[in-house]
């Protein structure tokens, strides 16, 4: 049930908003920079 009320702490609060974008868009860049590597590791698939 902590990942309820965490969820609802950062939707009510508007700073942590922008800090979880934050987090989203560099956990995005990270996951295109995995899926590069997988391509060149694999490019079978």
């Given at each position: ?30 996951h ?14």
């Amino acid at each position: 049930m902590t990942g309820v009320r965490q969820a609802l702490a950062l939707r009510t609060a508007p700073v942590t908003v922008k800090a979880r974008c934050r987090v989203t868009t560099s956990y995005a860049r990270l996951h295109i920079d995995l899926q590069r590597v997988t391509t060149a590791l694999c490019p079978a698939s």
